[in-house]
């Protein structure tokens, strides 16, 4: 008895020391949590134009999206390339397949968001419906299927130049095939026993099938990438709601995160996901996390080598459970611990009363269940379904025939396919822009193109500005090439090839005010930022309506007093009206300066040679300058839209039209 | 309780509370109570007044400089007509109203230039003004305009403000025998903690009115939806004159945007004028603007509605413009 008393003294001062350690490792957890947060908003806050310390400078704003190996792995398949600042995705995979799921537990912004808010939730709650809370639910494998999905739906241009291997590079599937014969006589000679009949038919029926699936794709058979997994990527996720919903509602307090406040078009949804996939912590602390985060799935699969994991030091132990109160991953490390599960939060470290559970290189003594919980079955299922999406989706035309002209991208912009194989849409775009004309697309663009950029010219400060290349500087795939002010512009290097045009303006004669009302107005005509303007006017003379005819009592050189007092007093001295004498043989246009009820006086300047003689019949015209809009000029940007007097629906409109990016769009011949 | 045993002590103490409640639902709702619904808009009736701005005192002075230099045919323009002191006294509070209309850089020309926020500055801090401040509601990006002109800079490297149209600084204003600004958000408050007014502009075409010089650039003071007023561009250009009455007005003739205006966008556009212009009459500066343009008074509508209303001389020939140059 005293030996066992003594034991269980020892035991627990061992456990103390470790504990303090422990506590030493979570507080660390923490800090290291709070500041990957901190610098997240950060670099969401200064991701505005300008060159102050807590604006854009050098802040290198995207630095937390390039860490998310998903969108390098994405675009990789989608471009089969890796787009600068995004190789810094393969430190994060480095050191996940060292570590485990460290990025989870340890950095994600979201991450943290969903630990706090599952804390708050569950903190009063006892600890067996704490451990209830974590026990893992067979559903966590809900993420797997929707990284499989997601990552298909990139992949789908890769697969089908694979299957059309044979016919693109004969020779190379030709050495490949051999290479497996070649294989197999091998292991012939030196007298491996395996069913060596079985395999050559399998070889060959394999070979035979791949020949005949390659013709079923033409060689220009139409790009099917498309990059959707910025749907559910938490980071681009976490991005998109603190631009687009977080910061402007924080501009409509006195403590303005923008320059100016700020609108973006179709918040609902957006806003309604990041809500949703918060409050889901009332339900499970770390929902996302550990149902719906396809980022998550990345590194369960990654982590699966991990030099390091969690698990207990010895099998026997008290069964207290304890462990799981606070596990985040809901990775059962009483029992057989499910590694892919693990996101390193640590707690059950903290927890163990008896010092069991650790971090080593040892498997648990408890057992482990290394792979994520995805059977074949479900795996086929998800990437079936990922690979139909997109050509599914485009049997719609879109992008294609049916595209919509009203999605005019920013400036720099690649072609619509590859620009849908790169957004992410995590709206850094829309965050920077400085006039706030970039937002995020509804439904406009298709499925596909939800949240990607297009420019709003109802809303923002003016149109796509003339001056700024934001935009593509910023984006952290490329989708919006970094083009420099001269190529925009078209001048120097790039004067060949002219500015680039995002769209073309196009008038509404039945709204614009000297098209349709005999309104002088032209102010989209003036705001036309390009040198020779793009808007153009033609001027008129527009006899307007009179309610009684206009007879000429009597005149001089510049004055005329009418029979009858039909006209209003004032209205036609604006410096806009002129009077005619029908049928005179001076048929020149005089410009009113004043008038009265029954008179009118023309300008000094211009008086009439002959005077109207009086039964004389006098017409009052308005001058209008009616704009029209040159299509080789303009660049679509759109500050006419945005300065239209006609505020509800403009009488001037940019849509895509002539848009340099797309040759198909084109609106006139060249030159 | 059992409901089976109410006694009567219980039932009295419920009917009072019940009573209580009723009488609560009908005192908030007789409180409430709204026999008429709700009025048609009325018109805004906040009654804020614009002061003069101008020194009649001084009389009309104008003056005319040739030469290349700005900094250099400003400080003899000024120097002409009295020098800046003669204008701007100890502790004043000067408004420097610019033209940041556009997010275009300053050898465009389309917008004031930095050096001559820089040297207007330089000089009314010389002559003892506690305060310059700079400000414009601009047409593009307010943000934008301000870095892209150069204005920003050269107005805060001189030690004045920069004061960037916020919606708060905004008011709603009625000019006293308008037809147009009439209840109308003008950029009130920097015109109400300053008192003097020097207006600068540089010398541009415009296709709608013919130019646009130091009346045109008034514009400016204007919030809300002002581009509706370009139906009747010459009549708002007339009642934005009289609604400021500047202490001083200098137009920059230096370089002038011929065609393409307001917005120009080409070097092709303009055309080296070498000229600074410096006066207390805003009228018969845009008039000797107009020559600078090759335009005539004729022409310009809006000129002759300015005279007519008494804001200023479209002869500038009658103030004796006193004609120098720097070269």
Redesign the interface.
């Known amino acids: 008895m005293l030996k066992i008393g003594v034991r269980i003294l020892g035991d627990r001062n061992g456990c103390l020391q470790l504990k303090n350690i422990v506590m030493n490792i979570i507080t660390t957890r923490r800090i290291c949590q709070i500041f990957f947060f901190i610098l997240f908003l950060w670099f969401c806050l200064v991701a505005t ?2 060159e102050r310390w807590w604006q854009l400078r050098g802040w290198p704003v995207n630095w937390i999206i390039q860490l998310d190996p998903l969108v390098g792995l994405g675009i990789l398949l989608t471009t089969r390339t890796l787009y600068a600042g995004l190789l810094w995705g393969l430190a994060t995979l480095v050191l996940t397949i060292i570590l485990g799921r460290f990025f989870c537990g340890w950095l994600c912004p979201f991450g943290s968001i969903h630990q706090f808010v599952g804390y708050l939730a569950k903190r009063k709650k006892s600890i067996k419906t704490k451990l209830k809370l974590n026990r893992y639910h067979s559903a966590q494998s809900v993420k797997y299927w929707i990284l499989v999905f997601l990552l298909t739906i990139a992949v789908a241009e890769l697969a089908v130049d694979a299957i059309r291997l044979p016919r693109s590079t004969p020779m190379g599937f030709a050495a490949m095939m051999a290479l497996g014969l070649a294989a197999v006589i091998v292991l012939v000679i030196r007298q491996i026993k395996f069913n060596v009949k079985k395999t050559i038919a399998a070889i060959l029926t394999l070979s035979v099938c791949w020949v005949l699936i390659s013709f079923l794709f033409y060689a220009d058979w139409r790009p099917v990438a498309s990059l959707q997994i910025g749907l559910l990527d938490p980071i681009p996720l976490v991005y998109r709601s603190i631009n687009l919903i977080v910061l402007p509602l924080i501009d409509q307090t006195a403590l303005m995160a923008s ?2 406040p700020r609108l973006y078009a179709g918040p609902w949804l957006i806003a309604s996901i990041f809500i949703m996939s918060v409050i889901l912590n009332l339900i499970r602390p770390r929902f996302y996390c550990r149902f719906v985060c396809p980022l998550g799935a990345l590194f369960a699969v990654l982590g699966r080598f991990a030099l390091w994991r969690i698990g207990k030091t010895r099998e026997e132990c008290t069964d207290c459970h304890l462990c799981e109160k606070n596990c985040e991953g809901a990775c059962q490390p009483t029992a057989q611990i499910r590694i892919a599960e693990c996101v390193l939060c640590l707690n059950c470290i903290d927890d163990c009363h008896h010092g069991l559970m650790g971090y080593h290189t040892a498997p648990s003594a408890g057992g482990e269940i290394v792979s994520p919980d995805l059977s074949r079955r479900e795996f086929l299922v998800s990437a079936a379904s990922g690979v139909a999406v997109i050509p599914v989706l485009r049997i719609g035309g879109v992008p294609g025939p049916n595209w919509n002209a009203r999605m005019v991208r920013p400036p720099g912009s690649l072609p619509e396919e590859q620009f849908l194989s790169r957004c992410i849409k995590c709206g850094q775009c829309m965050r920077i822009c ?2 706030n004309v970039i937002h995020p697309a509804g439904l406009a663009a298709g499925l596909e193109g939800l949240w990607t950029p297009v420019l709003n010219f109802r809303i ?3 149109g796509c ?4 290349i934001a935009c593509g500087n910023l984006c952290p795939t490329a989708a919006i090439r970094p083009i420099s002010l001269e190529e925009r512009q078209g001048i120097n290097r790039y004067a060949g090839q002219g500015p680039i045009k995002i769209g073309a303006a196009f008038i509404d004669r039945g709204r614009c ?1 000297p098209w349709a009302m005999d ?5 989209c ?9 793009a808007i153009f ?1 033609r001027t008129l003379f527009n006899t307007i309506r009179v309610h009684r005819p206009l007879i000429v009592k009597n005149a001089d050189a510049t004055r005329i007093e009418f029979e009858s007092d039909a006209l209003e007093q004032g209205r036609y001295s ?3 009206y002129f009077c005619v004498i029908a049928g005179s043989p001076d048929p020149g246009p005089r ?1 009113i ?1 004043a008038n009265t009820a029954g008179s009118l006086t023309v ?1 000094r ?2 008086p009439f040679e002959q005077p109207p003689e009086s039964k004389n019949s006098v017409a009052i015209q308005i001058r209008l ?1 009616q704009p029209y809009v040159d299509p080789k000029l303009c660049i679509g940007c759109g ?1 006419c839209e945005h ?3 006609v ?1 509800g629906k403009r009488a001037i409109r940019v849509t895509a039209e002539n848009e340099s990016r797309a040759r198909q769009h084109a609106l006139t011949l060249q030159g | 309780m059992n409901n089976d045993h109410l006694n009567r002590r219980q039932f009295m103490v419920r009917s009072a509370k019940a009573g209580a409640s009723i009488l609560a639902a009908c005192s908030i709702g007789y409180w409430f109570y709204d026999h008429a619904g709700p009025r048609p808009l009325s018109e805004d009736t906040t009654a804020v007044q614009i002061p003069d701005f101008s020194m009649p005192e001084l009389g009309q002075r104008m003056s005319i400089v040739k030469g290349g230099n700005r900094s250099e045919t400003l400080q003899l323009a000024l120097k002409s007509i009295g020098g800046i002191e003669a204008f701007i006294k100890k502790g004043d509070r000067v408004l420097l109203k610019v033209n940041a209309a ?4 300053p050898i465009l020309s389309a917008t004031t230039h930095p050096d001559m926020v820089t040297a207007i500055t330089h000089l009314c801090l010389k002559a003892g003004a506690a305060e310059v401040t700079v400000t414009d509601n601009p ?6 305009c301000f ?2 002109t150069g204005i920003e800079q050269a107005a805060r490297s001189a030690g004045a403000n920069v004061l960037f149209p916020q919606k708060e600084l905004f008011k709603s204003f009625t000019l006293p025998e308008a037809q147009l600004i009439r209840n109308w958000p003008v950029l009130y408050e920097p015109l109400n903690r300053i008192n003097k007014v020097i207006g600068t502009a540089p010398v541009k075409d ?3 009115s013919g130019a646009s010089m130091i009346m045109k650039n008034w514009y400016g003071f204007l919030g809300g ?1 002002r ?2 007023f ?6 708002i250009i007339k009642e934005l004159a009289m609604m400021v009455q500047p202490t001083l007005v200098v137009l920059d003739g230096t370089t002038t945007m011929m ?2 205006g ?5 070097l ?2 303009l055309k080296e004028t070498r000229t600074m212009i410096a006066g207390t009459d805003q009228v018969a500066a845009d008039a000797f603007g107009a020559t600078l343009l090759d335009k ?1 008074v ?1 022409e310009l ?2 000129i ?2 300015a005279e007519a209303m008494r804001l200023g001389t479209a002869d500038f020939q009658s103030l004796n413009p006193v004609r120098e140059s720097t070269s």
Do not use: W
């Open positions: 134009l300008g320059s100016s400085p006039t923002g400060t003016s500005q003339h001056n700024c005010l309104r002088p107005c032209i102010v005509q003036e705001n036309c930022p390009v040198s020779p303007k006017t604006t410096g806009d410009r300066i300008d300047g211009l300058q500050v300065e239209c007097p505020r | 556009f997010a275009s850089p047409i593009n990006d307010p943000a934008s870095r892209l415009h296709h709608r939806r581009n509706i370009h139906q009747d561009i010459h009549t065609r393409n307001p917005t120009g966008g080409s092709s556009d005539t004729d509508a809006f002759k509605k």
